[in-house]
Nanobody, 120 residues
Framework: QVKLVESGGGLVQAGGSLRLSCAAS????????MGWSRQAPGKQRELVAS???????NYADSVKGRFAISRDNAKNTVFLQMNSLKPEDTAVYYC??????????????WGQGTQVTVSS
């Protein structure tokens, strides 16, 4: 069974930084794209950033230049470094990953989410 577990959320003042981590565990043969999405109260979930196995990255316009996504393939972990945080970055952040498991088919998995709150 595959599981994603996020960590690193919390409360920070505007202009501050946080680093989120998400570790995948279980029967994993390979992980393709990994990413971070967020959902603020009353809003739809939106993609924040994604990274392929070959380290190609993609960012939402709202976080370009402030957030950086990276991964450690040896540890099946993806990171999101968030700098210059704004109150509008407040949301529950979820990681997701396309994982090739014991069933020999890629499936998408999601973590349980971690709260990020930015105070003004």
């Amino acid at each position: 069974q595959v599981k994603l577990v996020e960590s690193g959320g919390g409360l920070v003042q505007a202009g501050g930084s946080l680093r989120l981590s998400c570790a995948a565990s279980g029967s994993i043969l390979k992980i393709n794209t990994m990413g971070w999405s967020r959902q603020a109260p009353g809003k739809q979930r939106e993609l924040v950033a994604s990274i392929t196995y070959g380290d190609s990255t993609n960012y939402a316009d709202s976080v370009k230049g402030r957030f950086a996504i990276s991964r450690d393939n040896a540890k099946n972990t993806v990171f999101l470094q968030m700098n210059s945080l704004k109150p509008e970055d407040t949301a529950v952040y979820y990681c997701n990953a396309e994982i090739l498991g014991a069933g020999l088919r890629y499936r998408e998995y999601w973590g349980q989410g971690t709260q990020v709150t930015v105070s003004s």
